[in-house]
């Protein structure tokens, strides 16, 4: 297979889990390194892949509790969904390490979680998100235990 420009397409799927993975790292400019993480939800070939609606009230929870952290939140580049929906990206500048990550959505979970209503999805309006009527709470909740779990070996 020939090395693609896409760091996430080299990658074999049908031999990925369930957790957290560096994906790649590059220095932009000779000056800042950047770390790309994948936080796989699902397998990817297990044809059970996040709703649409959960993919959009994770990212909205992530996007905007992870940059509040203190551990990690300054260091963050993105939070965004994988087309596939089965997980996220996450982008982070320095050395932000694997525990570091899994405390850190350890620790919004443990604030955040389980949501109750759309009061409680950051940003879902219609002056601030694109399509605030596509959301999930119990796949979302269902979800976030499911990983968070996963990645504190529960």
């Known amino acids: 297979m020939k090395k693609s420009v896409v760091s996430s397409f080299d990658v074999d799927h049908r031999t990925l889990a369930e957790g957290l993975y560096l994906r790649s790292t590059y220095t932009i400019n000779d000056e800042f390194q950047v770390l790309s993480w994948d936080l796989r939800f699902c397998a990817p070939m297990a044809r059970q892949p996040l709703s649409a609606g959960t993919v959009h009230t994770i990212e909205h929870l992530m996007a905007y509790y992870l940059r509040l952290d203190e551990t990690i939140g300054s260091a963050i580049v993105s939070f965004c969904p994988m087309g596939c929906q089965t997980g996220f990206y996450l982008s982070t500048m320095n050395s932000v390490t694997a525990e570091d990550i899994a405390a850190a959505l350890t620790r919004v979970y443990n604030k955040v979680f389980p949501i109750h209503t759309t009061e409680d999805i950051v940003g879902l309006n219609e002056i601030q998100c694109g399509n605030p009527y596509l959301y999930d709470i119990e796949g979302t909740n269902a979800a ?11």
Not at 144 to 154: A, H, Q, R, S, V
Request: proline letters at 0%; zero cysteines.
């Open 144 to 154: 976030m235990e499911k990983y968070i779990n996963l990645l504190n070996n529960k």
